[in-house]
């Protein structure tokens, strides 16, 4: 099972104990919507709902439907990812390689095959390649007269870089590759399609709700698209640096003395895992805006496990528990729990959204009026 098959089939059993229906092989047809609904037709049905979210990868019908701009860059190479008999191995050097032609990847697990070949995305990915097509493009890019005996699996993938230029238009909202699409240069795709869930999913479900502040939902679009805009120079910084020219090949030494660097190091770390990421809540404060870390109390108990119900969490480790009475007043939608921390990063509180981002954060005798601006902004008015 892929990595992206196992994250499908937890997401699908959680939406199952939860009481959601997946309805597979249903195509969508048209998406029409006024001020206060929208319907999209699917099959014979029309379903009518005070929101749609096109979450149908990308070649997105929902997104064409509701008129969408998707602009962005052509291709330049087709890649290829196949899983073959090989009769002749040893003609193929281990790992990457970067040849005149173009690129391969001879991986440590037998017969698994990745390729690069600057075509300009020539190879249509609705087509099946062959047997005969997949040796052929091999023996181009690595110069050899390598033989392909039988070919089990075969996937191709360009470095089309598309993004819409909103994520939202009136009632309909789009997330994941229907928004944006890039190559899978740097594995950036899974956890930005789940990055753009997270941040929508609490932010709708409050606006269905009705707890919402007033602008909750805009806050969506203008905080994942510029990720997205970012996703997408960083794949095309990485095909144009594979480029089997000598300027390509000028920029790579360059590039590998700086990994070799810790600076340079880290960089990569950050930007490939994602922890590089802030969006901007009007705060200095350095985790106001990032992902959470794993906040631990000395009881043991864990940020993570405080999670599960889908709502924000408020963690107080003040002496005398000051933000207690305030908290309360969120009670439904903010999650309080105070204990001493064992790692606090020099925090006195913490306020973290839904989605794992910290929206605020006191010092070590919390400001309660700071923290009900907060919650106010985030979460709405208080209950009581």
Request: proline letters at 5%.
């Amino acid at each position: 099972m892929t990595n992206l098959e196992a994250v499908e089939t937890v997401l699908s059993e959680r939406a199952s104990k939860l009481g959601v229906e997946v309805r597979r092989g249903v195509a969508v047809s048209a998406v029409t919507q006024d001020d206060e609904s929208v319907v999209a037709q699917a099959g014979e049905h029309e379903h009518t709902a005070r929101w749609v979210v096109g979450c149908d990868g990308g070649r997105s019908t929902v997104r064409t439907l509701a008129g969408f701009d998707f602009v962005g860059t052509e291709p330049q190479f087709t890649g290829y990812v196949v899983l073959a008999t090989i009769a002749d191995p040893g003609k193929l050097r281990p790992g990457f390689n970067l040849t005149p032609t173009g690129l391969y990847l001879r991986t440590p697990a037998e017969g698994y095959i990745g390729m690069l070949e600057p075509d300009g995305g020539a190879f249509d990915r609705s087509r099946r390649p062959t047997r005969e097509h997949l040796q052929a493009v091999l023996r181009r890019v690595s110069g050899t007269d390598v033989t392909l005996s039988e070919v089990h699996l075969a996937s191709t993938f360009t470095d089309r870089a598309m993004q819409t230029t909103t994520y939202r238009q009136g009632r309909v909202l789009l997330t994941g590759d229907a928004a944006h699409i890039h190559s899978p240069l740097g594995a950036q795709g899974l956890n930005l399609g789940i990055g753009d869930a997270m941040n929508l999913g609490w932010k709708l479900a409050a606006t269905v709700r009705g707890y919402a502040p007033d602008g909750l939902l805009d806050t969506y679009a203008r905080e994942r698209h510029p990720i997205g805009a970012w996703a997408l120079d960083w794949t095309r910084a990485q095909a144009a640096v594979m480029k089997p020219d000598p300027h390509a090949q000028a920029i790579q030494g360059v590039i590998r003395d700086l990994i070799g660097t810790r600076d340079g190091t880290t960089y990569v770390f950050d930007k490939m895992s994602g922890s590089s990421i802030r969006y901007d809540l009007g705060s200095e404060q350095p985790l106001v805006g990032r992902n959470a870390p794993d906040l631990r109390l000395e009881d043991g108990t864990r940020l993570g496990d405080l999670m599960q119900d889908g709502r924000g969490v408020a963690l107080d480790f003040s002496v005398d528990r000051c933000l207690h009475g305030s908290a309360m007043g969120w009670e439904s939608r903010i999650r309080y729990v105070a204990g001493p921390a064992r790692n606090g990063f020099g925090t006195g509180a913490v306020l973290i959204r839904p989605d794992g981002m910290v929206a605020w954060a006191g010092d070590r005798a919390p400001d309660r009026e700071a923290f009900e601006r907060a919650a106010r902004h985030w979460f709405g008015s208080p209950e009581i």
